[in-house]
């Protein structure tokens, strides 16, 4: 089995930072992707962050500039450092993985359970 656990959600004011972590652990041969969505009240999910094992990284259009994706990947550990914080960055933020399980070297999606991430205004 494999777990993504999420932590450094909170509340901030507008304009101030946040960091968040995700460590995967478990039946792991292999993380080929991690990033970040998020999902407010009435709306989709969306794509915020996301990176490569290689380094490549991609970004919403609205997080550009304010927020950065980085990997550890000796640790299964993916950060958002968030910056600049809006009170439409207000969601539940969302760590995913895609990654290679060692028992059957087969490719699967893997979710975390979320961190609540509030901006006041």
Known sequence: QVQLVES???LVQAGGSLRLSCVASGNIFRIDSMGWYRQAPGKQRELVAGGTSI???NYTDSVKGRFTIS????????YLQMNSLKP???AVYY???ELM???NL???MYWGQGTQVTVSS
């Open 101 to 103: 399980l060692s028992s």
């Open 71 to 78: 990997r550890d990947n000796a640790k299964n550990t993916v």
């Open 95 to 97: 760590c995913n993985a």
């Open 55 to 57: 380094g490549d990284t």
């Open 106 to 108: 087969r490719k699967y």
């Open 8 to 10: 450094g959600g909170g």
């Open 88 to 90: 439409e960055d207000t």
